[in-house]
């Protein structure tokens, strides 16, 4: 069994960054991709990004490529979400997600992951 626990939500303007965190127990990550997703009040979860377990690999939505960056530190248990250049549209509930599957193609999908934290809430005021 792995525990998902998501920090670092928040309030921001536009323009603005915060840096989610998710810190596992339960099972160490270092051998498993990770992910991020999110979902806005009314619309269905969506991926953001995805981290391979050496983290060399990356992958993320084409909504938030080149403003935000996942990483890990695997001797932390820990994935982040650096989020910068915030927009009004960001603003959901965040979402991070574990991979069972040492895949070579990071997955996109919520159906892909096993074990999910419970959420942290981002919004971003105009």
């Known amino acids: 069994q792995v525990q998902l626990v998501e920090s670092g939500g928040g309030l921001v303007q536009a323009g603005g960054s915060l840096r989610l965190s998710c810190a596992a127990s339960g099972r160490t990550l270092s051998n498993y991709p990770m992910g991020w997703f999110r979902q806005a009040p009314g619309k269905e979860r969506e991926f953001v990004a995805a981290i391979s377990w050496s983290g060399v690999k990356t992958s993320y939505a084409d909504s938030v490529k080149g403003r935000f960056t996942i990483s890990r530190d695997n001797a932390l248990n820990t994935v982040y979400l650096q989020m910068n250049s915030l927009k009004p549209e960001d603003t959901a509930v965040y979402y991070c997600?574990?991979?069972?599957?040492?895949?070579?193609?990071?997955?996109?999908?919520?159906?892909?992951?096993?074990?999910w934290g419970q959420g942290t809430q981002v919004t971003v005021s105009s």
């Open positions: 997600a574990f991979d069972r599957v040492p895949r070579t193609v990071l997955a996109r999908t919520g159906k892909q992951y096993d074990y």
